[in-house]
Structures are given as C-alpha cells and as structure tokens.
C-alpha cells in the first residue's frame, strides 16, 4: 500500500468492510507496529500490533487512559471513572459503581428480562418480509437493556438513542451535548430520588445503596455514571450487535447451521467481537511530556490510536486472523481493553448479544441477506453496519 498510507485520516476515512483490516496490515507490516499516521486532519500514531497494543493499554504514564475521556465527551457526561486520572479516586469510585453491574439484580434481568425484551422488538417488526435489523433491532436492543435494568421510564425509552449520540459528538456540536445532557439528567434525577427513599429490584437501587469505607455515591455521581452508560455501553454494543449479524449472514449458510446447533452461539459471539470489533481505533493521547515507545519518538499531547481491529487480527496470535472462525480460541483478543480503563460492562455485553441471536435464531431461523453494501461494517472509531436489510 506504500504512499497511500499517508494519506490516511482514521476520523475521516470511512474505510468500509475489509479496506480498514488491509490498511492496519498494511501499517504493521510495512512500517511497523507503530507508525505516523492523522486523526481528524491532525498529525497521530497508530498502534497495530498485539504485543505493543497490550504494553500500551498498560503503560499509564506514556499513555494516561482518562485524557482522551477528559478531552472528548466528559463536558456532556460529567466526570466518571473513566476520566478520572487520579488511581486512589478511580479505584474507590469504581469499587462503588462497578458492582451494581454483577448485582442480583442485574443478574435477574438477565435470565429474565433479556429474552423477552428481545423477543418484544422482534414482534416489533411486524409481518413484514423484508425488515431492516439495525432500524428494528440492532439500534434499539442495547438503549432499551440499559433503560430497562436501570429502572428508568419506559415512556422515555424512544429518547435515549439520540441522547447518546448527541453526548458522543460533543466536540463536534457541544450545544446539543449539552441539551442531551440536561434532558437525560431531568429524565434520571426523580428515578433516583425515589429509590432513595423506595429501593427497587433495579440497578439504581443498587447504586444508591453502594458504600465503600463509609463513602456512597452523590445524586450527581449516579446521574454522571448512568448517563456515561448510554454513550459507551449502548452504542458499543449496537455496534457489536450490528458486526455479529453481518458476519453471520455474509457467510453463505453459517445463520441456518447455526439455527440448528444454537451451543455455538457463545463462540460466535467471541469470534464476531474479535474479528470486527465496534472501536476498531481507540483514540488515546499521549502524555504531557515527549516518550518513546517502541523506538517511535512521540510528541507530547499526541493523538495515539489503538488500533483493537489491528491487534485482533494480528498473525502473529491468530491462526489466519482474517476468516471468521466460530470455536477458536478468542482469549488474547483485545476488545474490550486492558489495564484499568478496560470495560465494566463486557459481561453484559455479552449476555445481550448471545440472547438477542438465540431469539433471532429461534423466531427467524432462515434469514437472506438483501443488501450487502449497506450492511458492511464502516469508519473506525465506533463501527457498525448502516442497514442490515434481510428477507425472512
């Protein structure tokens, strides 16, 4: 690929299906697993390979994981564990709002709730033949589990799609960040008002309950972490949800025998999450002195990108890394991060997604594909397909 490379912008560039996996090859391969490269028309490295992507998850003072957070949307969230640079201050509030998402009440939603949301939005599509699967589930499932576990109104679930958006393009339109903000929160506030004085079987309940060293969280700390949901884990999770579909139905019969022997669905999951993961380029900055990392000189305040899609591909840990290979072993896949940003919410990522196929499978188990082109994964930072439209 040579020059071209230079011409490459991560944010800009759409990169559709195979194009981004060709380019991070070709990255690796030609210049190394850390290489000059632009981010939004700004000058930014990438980091393309397995072994140097895990030392950099790890490397906390070359590579501080709360800057990017601080940078981009925590304006339109409030403050989290997840810009949190202080480690005393990450650690105790993530001790404090993390277990809420391993609670028995997460637990119960699980086994029964996720089933019947699912089956709920697949009668959602009516009659019709032909159905798009991102419109009619994909784009709503996650919202509407975040929602639903929370114990928010149901007569709000249409809004917090766009909400979530709206907060992640808070540096590009802050006044709507804003407005998403300040309506999640009216939305939020009462809900957590009334388990203050009413605990329910739901997971503000159990943040409102969560004390570590006599220290609990504020309204405001519940109202930031629960809007930080929406944003990260619904829109991830659609994305994942939306590159699972693809894989399974561009493969020319792997929907039908996968119909037949549902055992495989967990590895279907893992190998989807692994082969074409929704933050294929993780933007990180660098610190605020000058570091050298794999022998690249990188400015301070640098973009560097974590080329996930990059890592999980790697030859160098997975055996012809670009087949999609249900019952390999995922492992070392690198998806959901390492270090101590890495994601909270990867168990119930999970469940949604095996859950949600298994109904699918069950209710629509012939499934043809109608467009290929709209349904083939795009951009790099949260990457999902536009439309899956299919005949049942």
Known sequence: MGTALDSIDFALDEMPGEELHDVLRAYREERGPVAATHFLGLPAFVISSHEALLDAFRDVERFPPHLMYEL?????????????????????????????????????????????????LVDDLGDDAEVDLVEGFSARLPYLVISRMLGLPRERESEFHGWAKAQLAFRDDPVAAEKAKAELTNCLAPVVEARRSEPRDDVISELVAAEVDGRSLSDEEIHSHVRLLFPTGGETTYGSLGNL?????????EWERLARDPSRIDAAVEEALRGETPIAVLPRRSGSQPARFRGVDIPADSWVLFAIAGANRDPAVFDDPDSFRIGRDTSDALTFGRGVKSCPG??????????????????????????????????SVLRSPAALRVRR
């Open 245 to 253: 579909l693809f894989a399974l139905l561009c493969h020319e019969g």
């Open 72 to 120: 981009s949307f925590e304006g339109a969230v409030g403050r989290s564990f997840i810009s949190m640079g202080d480690a005393k201050e990450h650690l105790v509030y993530r001790k404090l709002a993390t277990p809420a998402f391993r609670s028995r009440a997460l637990q119960r939603f699980e086994a029964e709730g996720l089933a019947p949301l699912a089956s709920e």
């Open 346 to 379: 990867l168990h119930l990522a999970r469940r949604s997604m095996a859950t949600s196929l298994r109904v699918l499978l069950e209710r629509m188990p012939q499934l043809e594909l109608l467009d290929g082109e709209a349904a083939i994964p795009r951009r």
